[in-house]
């Protein structure tokens, strides 16, 4: 398995930037932007293999893994709050 393959990446469209942005959770917060989505995500792994080769060549530890059904039951758990908030402030 790539190193890469063990953190979750996310694309969302920002409203306030009125762009998508790209970040990989646990392994960094603010990676990068554009227009184009699929763009963006390509751009994102790059990075992130990017940032991995970074720890290694400083001997650090890589932070624990993101990837997996625990991330995604996180996740869907903060989207279904973030959806219920919204609703709830129409």
């Known amino acids: ?3 890469s393959t063990r953190y979750v990446k996310l694309v969302a469209w ?3 930037d009125q762009c998508y942005i ?10 990068c932007h554009g227009s184009d989505e699929r763009a963006v ?6 990075i992130v293999e990017e940032v ?3 720890y290694r060549a400083d ?8 990837f997996g059904r625990a991330t995604a039951d996180r996740i ?5 709050v973030l959806h219920l908030d919204s ?4």
């Open 1 to 3: 398995m790539n190193d």
């Open 14 to 16: 920002s409203e306030e």
């Open 22 to 31: 790209g970040s990989a959770p646990g392994l960094l917060t603010a990676g």
């Open 41 to 46: 995500f390509d751009e994102l792994c790059q």
């Open 52 to 54: 991995i080769a970074l």
């Open 59 to 66: 001997g650090k530890p890589l932070p624990p893994p993101t």
């Open 76 to 80: 869907l758990c903060a989207a279904n």
């Open 87 to 90: 609703g709830a402030r129409r």
